[in-house]
């Protein structure tokens, strides 16, 4: 078995759930890398896109921002922010990934803030900047992330973007776009989907070296278990081979 | 819809006037004059922004910025500022450092992107200082474009639901035709709004390439425009391509020719963004009084543009950063 490490095993789950012929708006860092894997194994024609406006680039080096210049490199489109929105909004974008401070059991997402006032907020993020957007109007919302008790808690300080809201129907009740929602949660121990009805985080294979123990112990809240749980799909060959020398060379992302 | 929907509404305050009318009475009487425009970055900022106005800045954070009119602002020590916080990166921690700014739309503030978080805009925020309403990226683009429709709102699909919505100013609405709730985005009409462009004529009929970010509409929704240009360049050039016209001269009051001018950010196909000096900005934040000291020397003692990209390193850190953009650099 190849030897690899957790970063290098969730770009590799992450690309293999990207089809070909699928859209997706991506940010800077691990899913980029997962799209640009993706296109250079199994989906050629991935269109990937980035929320500045960049369309289909053919990617020189990993971008340091959603709209520098490697964003749009021999690009299909070099658009606008609008323009990448509203396709989101238009039903044609398929997947995004977002990352977050925390998750809850609904998959909703903090990157806004820590503590319980707003106005004087004890740590800030950035904020939304494309996220809200990007996880109400994208199909498929993918998040890579470690896994610990306090990023995976009962109660996010401050949802930020959305997820299944708190479970059921109340996503599409709330009046986001019917269908759309949470998809694959990644970590280093496990892969996540969402129950059919009750939207709550459900473990649906679990990652070489880790047990159900390890996974429960670090998530703050009671993750569902799928009937038939298999084990994650290492990390092949010729899938290491092309993320370190093609996707990134400079271990920007990998190395981790 | 057979139930009936309780409508929800944004608890922050709403910065800018979204009423359309009293927007078309500004621009009724904006100037339409096909003059020239050319002045300097200092004239610009003294004349076109007032304190307590409500700024929007073009580009994206560290990508095609107007650097020269964010010193000048620093520089004018312009206070009360309002500030769209729109994929806002280098652009807001420069004017967060200079102490500019009193309120904030917030979807991305004070981070870099790849690079990290700002220590120093982080504990201006964190002050409890100055007043947030939460947003989001497509929703600031979309409370521009309803401004450049002449509108005073945009209805939407995103935000409902979330804290982002709550602690926002929008509002909840029901379509008219199908009953589908969407949120009601109000149009920002901007004060004032700087950005910088591949090239532009004298009368600010101007060029921009690569991704466009929400630049043309807000173009159009800002009552003053100052417009940065790497170069100017003649109106046959424009005449030669209208279909290029990306902004025209009507939206614009002021056009200044800085070369460079997105430094240290990226221009797209000129050159790369500076990632050292970022990379040391991030790092001086992170000691206040070293800060201070760096800011000062950089941007506060600094008479002008030009002699801040000399301190720089100059043109031949310049041709750096074109062998980067150009992928031409030797290892």
């Known amino acids: ?256 | 819809m057979s139930k009936a929907v309780e409508l929800k509404q944004g608890q922050n305050q709403l910065f800018t006037d979204p009423d359309a009318d009293r927007a078309r009475e500004f621009f009724r009487h904006k100037s339409r004059a096909m003059a020239n425009k050319v002045t300097t970055a200092e004239e610009a900022v003294k004349t076109l922004i007032k304190d307590g106005d409500y700024i929007t800045i073009g580009g994206f954070g560290a990508n095609r910025i107007p650097t020269a009119i964010l010193h000048e602002i620093v520089r004018q020590k312009k206070k009360n500022l309002g500030f769209a916080g729109h994929t806002a990166t280098h652009d807001f921690q420069i004017l967060i450092a200079g102490e500019c700014i009193d309120r904030l739309d917030v979807a991305y503030i004070i981070g870099l992107e790849a690079r990290g978080l700002s220590p120093h805009a982080r504990r201006a925020v964190e002050s409890g200082n100055i007043k947030l309403t939460e947003w989001t990226n497509a929703t600031l683009s979309w409370r521009i474009k309803a401004a450049a429709m002449g509108l005073s709102f945009l209805p939407a699909r995103n935000i409902m639901g979330t804290d982002t919505f709550k602690y926002s100013a929008a509002k909840e609405i029901i379509c008219p035709f199908t009953g589908q709730k969407y949120v009601a985005h109000p149009a920002l009409y901007p004060d004032f709004a700087a950005i910088h462009v591949h090239e532009c004529d004298v009368y600010g009929n101007a060029h921009v390439y690569g991704a466009s970010v929400s630049d043309q509409d807000l173009a159009k929704a800002a009552k003053r425009v100052v417009i940065t240009t790497e170069r100017i360049i003649s109106n046959d050039k424009i005449r030669q391509h209208p279909e290029a016209t990306f902004i025209p001269f009507w939206c614009v009051d002021a056009v200044i020719e800085v070369p460079y001018g997105s430094y240290p950010g990226n221009m797209p196909y000129e050159y790369f963004s500076d990632e050292e000096y970022l990379k040391q900005w991030l790092n001086v934040e992170k000691d206040p009084a070293e800060f201070n000291k760096f800011f000062k020397k950089q941007i506060i003692d600094t008479k002008n543009f030009n002699e801040y990209l000399d301190m720089n390193g100059g043109i031949e850190q310049m041709i750096k950063l074109r062998a980067i953009e150009h992928l031409t650099e030797k290892k």
Not at chain 1, 44 to 57: H, I, K, Q, R
Not at chain 1, 142 to 149: F, I, K, R, V, Y
Not at chain 1, 188 to 208: L, T
Not at chain 1, 235 to 245: K, T
Request: proline share 7%; net charge negative; aromatic share 8%.
């Open chain 1, 1 to 256: 078995m190849a030897d690899y490490n957790p970063m290098e095993l969730m770009i590799c789950v992450a690309a293999r759930n990207l089809e070909d012929g699928a859209t997706v708006v991506v940010g800077t860092g691990a899913p980029c890398a997962a799209a640009m894997l993706a296109q250079k194994t199994h989906s050629p024609s991935l269109t990937v896109m980035f929320e500045a406006g960049g369309v289909a680039p053919i990617l020189p080096a990993m971008p340091i921002s959603v709209g520098d210049s490697r964003t749009f490199h021999r690009a299909i489109m070099a658009s606008s922010m609008p323009e990448i929105m509203e396709t989101c909004q238009r039903g044609m974008v398929d997947y995004t990934f977002l990352g977050g401070a925390q998750i809850d059991m609904y998959g909703n997402i903090n990157s806004t803030m820590i503590g319980d006032n707003h106005a004087k907020p004890k740590v800030r993020f950035p904020g939304s900047g494309g996220a809200n957007d990007l996880a109400s109007l994208c199909w498929r919302m993918m998040m890579m992330t470690p896994q610990d008790a306090k990023r995976f808690t009962e109660k996010i300080n401050f949802i930020t973007s959305p997820g299944y809201l708190t479970g059921g129907n109340s996503r599409y009740d709330a009046g986001l776009p019917k269908g759309t929602g949470p998809y694959r949660i990644i970590t280093n121990m496990a892969i996540m989907g969402f129950e059919e009805e009750s939207k709550r985080m459900k473990v649906i294979n679990i990652n070489p070296g880790y047990n159900r123990k390890d996974i429960q112990d670090n998530c703050g809240f009671e993750l569902l278990w799928a009937d038939k749980i298999t084990d994650t799909d290492p990390p092949h060959e010729n899938e290491l081979r092309i993320l370190r020398e093609e996707v990134d060379p400079q271990r920007y992302i990998i190395g981790r």
